[in-house]
């Protein structure tokens, strides 16, 4: 066995091209992803309620369509489905910059929902299937820290975009990310065989399946509360953050230190853990949560007496609004990591057995429920309590981001409220 495992870094040449070109779409995506509101209103036009139900369906897309693309790519093969991916997210992103008009936006989110539903399947298909029981855990151990350092970089580069060459660029940055993946896939990824096909009336077949399993469907729409408030590092942050703070905020870098903290914590949490049941786990992250709606709500008060920026010790300074949102999303990265890793391994074992793998295509839906539901509620939060500033007169201005941090409130309500519920559930279903 000791040979085998000395040579587990070994991966046929299709695995480390999947796993480069997806850094390249992680850095594309992100960047767009967390300035996408910004970009409906300020750019485009909508208003802060439009902005974010656009945002919502087209990240709920992305979480429910996999399974489907998935059971296409099985019939074309990986490489065409993974070329026919490169394309769609290069013209949709291309698209999204060059024509910054109502009629033309939602059609290019729409293709880009598209063109991500079929990476997000097939990079893990083939992940997957370049790895044995020998490597496996070593390879999808590669491919989530790609993940995370394609998402690190895609949010810290959009900021210097944004200031300096406008939120289009943004777009424009992504496309050419998207575009080089294009390129490398058509020189060096060779296609992987899938050993079962899937069709569309079995993965259809599937979701019925879970979303008829009431215990399933229970657990979905608790865990998706922790979600929703997740949801809002790319919903409500980003203008909550340039409202209150100013043009020059950076949204993108706060939004950067859930993954850093995540990235730090999760392994070390993951092993404390070990012997807890998965299901404890998950109640201690989903009660942590309204710990950061709190730290983000008191971000108005903390500002409110302070005098100036937080000096850190004379290196740096920060507005107290950012400092607290930091602490609001560091919380969340330090729940996110007792909650991510156990919710698969509680989630299969409720499917009927022989079936994990089926059911756990679906297992994602907590975020297709929070995609939307999570963006929907915080446009009208934003409106009533940091509406847009182009709406507002002077005199308006002067008063009107007064109960901003009422927003949170909202959130923390939302947070208890699952940790409750996952608390009570646990008790009736005690395995």
């Known amino acids: 066995m000791t040979p085998k495992a000395d040579s587990s870094w070994k991966f046929p040449a299709a695995f480390w091209t999947a796993n480069v070109v997806e850094l390249f779409e992680r850095a594309a995506y992100y960047a767009v992803f967390i300035a996408i509101t910004l970009y409906l209103t300020q750019v485009v036009g909508f208003n802060d309620i439009w902005a974010a139900w656009i945002s919502g369906f087209f990240s709920a897309g992305l979480y429910f369509l996999p399974p489907f693309s998935g059971a296409f790519a099985d019939k074309i093969g990986f490489r065409n489905s993974i070329i026919l991916a490169f394309s769609l997210l290069t013209v949709g992103y291309f698209t999204l910059g060059l024509l910054p008009y109502k009629v033309i936006v939602i059609p290019a989110l729409i293709v880009l929902m598209f063109g991500g539903s079929f990476i997000k399947s097939i990079i893990t298909g083939t992940v997957a299937k370049t790895s044995n029981n020998i490597n496996r ?10 993940v995370n350092v394609g998402a690190f970089t895609g949010k810290t580069v959009a900021y210097p975009l944004r200031i300096n060459l406008g939120l289009e660029s943004i777009n424009y940055y992504a496309a050419t990310m998207t575009l080089i993946a294009l390129v490398l896939v058509l020189f060096f990824y060779r296609n992987v065989e899938t050993a079962q096909k899937r069709t569309f009336s079995e993965v259809w077949a599937s979701f019925i ?16 509360g ?78 409110g007496n302070t005098v100036g920026n937080i000096s850190f010790f004379g290196i740096f300074s920060l507005h107290p609004i950012t400092v607290m949102l930091i602490v609001g999303v560091a919380i969340q990265g ?3 990591s007792f909650i991510s890793p156990r919710y698969l391994e509680y989630f299969s074992k409720q499917a009927p057995k022989g079936q994990e793998g089926l059911y756990l295509g679906f297992s994602h839906l907590h975020s297709f429920i929070s995609s939307i539901l999570g963006f929907g509620i915080s446009g009208y939060l934003l409106t009533e309590y940091c509406p847009d500033p182009k709406y507002l007169t002077e005199t308006q201005k002067i008063t009107a981001y007064s109960h901003a941090h009422y927003i949170w409130i909202y959130f923390l309500a939302i947070g208890v409220t699952s940790g409750i519920a996952l608390f009570i559930y646990s008790k009736i279903n005690r395995e």
């Open 226 to 303: 922790f979600w929703i408030i997740q949801q809002q590092l790319y919903a409500t942050m980003p203008k909550y953050v340039l409202r209150m703070v100013g043009k020059n905020a950076s949204p993108e870098w706060i939004a950067n230190v859930n993954p850093f903290v995540v990235m730090v914590f999760v392994v070390i949490i993951t092993n404390f853990m070990s012997k807890v049941k998965a299901i404890n786990s998950m109640i201690i992250g989903m009660f942590l949560m309204p710990l950061s709606a709190l730290a983000m709500f008191l971000s108005s008060f903390v500002a």
């Open 209 to 224: 399946k879970v979303a008829t399993n009431g215990k399933l469907l229970v657990l979905i729409l608790i865990v998706s």
């Open 334 to 336: 330090v729940a996110e």
């Open 137 to 146: 855990a070593r390879a999808y151990s590669i491919f989530y820290g790609i």
